[in-house]
């Protein structure tokens, strides 16, 4: 009775499981910002160097301009992260760049793809918010469409934590 129970409860499982990985994506969408204690223009600088990007993104290995002009709209990068000891590839195409108010990116990988909208706001002369508006349009991997779905928040705390180690990055220099 009991094998029959558990049984009927993987099956179950499974079956949901599966509905959520074949099922239409729903966005995802979140923010995150931090206060940044440095000016604004320091703040940009720091955030749009990538000999920089070791500092704050966890696994950051490169970023390799494929065409276009450097940070202008159109450019497209290749952005390689260690991910678990796995290379991850990424690439990135600047939609939108005025900095140093606002700057957002696409960026795909063969399992989803995202768009960042970075906005800068000086709050004093010395203080800066960055806001992060980060949003999951694309989701083409079960796996990862059943973690959003059952663990939102870790999508949301990885935002996070990028950009409170990047507030400490800042705020050292």
Do not use: C
Request: no cysteine.
């Amino acid at each position: 009775m009991i094998k029959k129970l558990l049984l009927s409860i993987l099956i179950v499982t499974l079956l949901f499981l599966s509905y959520l990985g074949s099922s239409k994506h729903k966005p995802m969408k979140f923010t995150a910002s931090i206060r940044i204690n440095q000016p604004l223009a320091k703040t940009v600088a720091l955030w749009k160097d990538k000999n920089n990007y070791k500092h704050w993104q966890d696994g950051f290995i490169s970023k390799e301009l494929l065409s276009g002009n450097d940070g202008e709209v159109g450019a497209i990068s290749l952005i390689k992260l260690d991910f678990n000891k796995d290379i991850m590839e990424l690439t990135e195409t600047i939609q939108l760049t005025n900095l140093p108010h606002e700057h957002k990116v696409l960026i795909e990988h063969k399992h989803m793809h995202n768009t960042m909208h970075s906005k800068f706001t000086a709050i004093d002369e010395n203080t800066t918010l960055w806001t992060a508006e980060i949003d999951y349009f694309q989701v083409n991997f079960w796996p990862a469409k059943v973690m959003m779905h059952l663990f939102p928040n870790m999508f949301k705390k990885q935002g996070q934590k990028w950009s409170d180690q990047f507030k400490d990055f800042a705020e050292q220099q």
